[in-house]
């Protein structure tokens, strides 16, 4: 399979637990992106990666979130002191940019519910 | 970013040609345009992408007409499983993230 992989799939979680998801982009490509998608509403921006570099974090990554790139290969998405409104589909993409273009390919998510 | 307009939702029936117009007066010369269909508690799949004029896959068609404030995502002879969430996205090379709206609800019917 050489689609982006995410683990686990689903995750249900008490509030105030921490929570740690992970990526596993397209081998080659040198861009991965997480979002999040709640119910009814499209995929939100969160952060991304060009190799190991974080360059962009979105306002909605509060200080209890963190992401990090190690390798510039796997990535993993914390979630510390989780609150309810943490629930949601966490979707993490990737793309290798040419020519002009980028193409963003998925995964399958993680769903994670807070109680 | 281009902001998109597109239908809240759209019907069809099993075998009929599906357009789903996109509109976005803003889109600027660097942008190019992409969709994606999401199946529920699945991550968005890439269908298409284009800059200009029509392109063409094995699954659908984007028309784009020259002066690009809209486009329109073509699929033919839709079946029950197109029946997703469809989303129109404009997007630059150099601005990295995808800006999502809400999609195109599209439910197929036999």
């Known amino acids: 399979d050489t689609g982006v992989s995410q683990d686990p799939r689903h995750k249900i979680t008490k509030r105030g637990q921490n929570v740690t998801f992970r990526c596993d982009p397209i081998?080659?490509?040198?861009?991965l992106y997480w979002y999040r998608q709640t119910l009814g509403q499209g995929p939100e921006f969160l952060t991304y990666f060009q190799n190991e570099a974080q360059l962009e974090k979105s306002r909605l990554l509060s200080d209890r979130f963190s992401a990090e790139r190690p390798k510039g290969s796997f990535s993993t998405l914390e979630i510390q002191r989780t609150e309810q409104g943490d629930s949601a589909m966490y979707l993490c993409?990737?793309?290798?940019?040419?020519?002009?273009?980028?193409?963003?390919?998925f995964g399958p998510g993680t769903r994670l519910l807070v109680l | 970013l281009a902001k998109t307009t597109q239908p809240i939702s759209m019907d069809s029936y099993e075998g009929q040609e599906v357009n789903i117009t996109c509109s976005h007066n803003?889109?600027?010369?660097?942008?190019?345009i992409t969709w994606y269909q999401q199946f529920p508690s699945q991550g968005p799949r890439f269908i298409i992408q284009g800059y200009k004029t029509k392109v063409t896959n094995e699954v659908a068609s984007l028309f784009i007409p020259a002066d690009r404030k809209s486009s329109t995502l073509s699929l033919p002879r839709v079946s029950l499983s197109d029946t997703a969430v469809y989303y129109c996205?404009?997007?630059?090379?150099?601005?990295?993230?995808?800006?999502f709206g809400t999609g195109t609800r599209l439910q197929v019917f036999p």
């Open positions: 996205l404009v997007g630059d090379y150099n601005t990295d993230k995808l800006i």
């Open positions: 803003n889109i600027a010369t660097n942008d190019y």
């Open positions: 993409a990737s793309s290798l940019p040419t020519g002009g273009y980028e193409t963003q390919y």
């Open positions: 081998s080659e490509h040198n861009r």
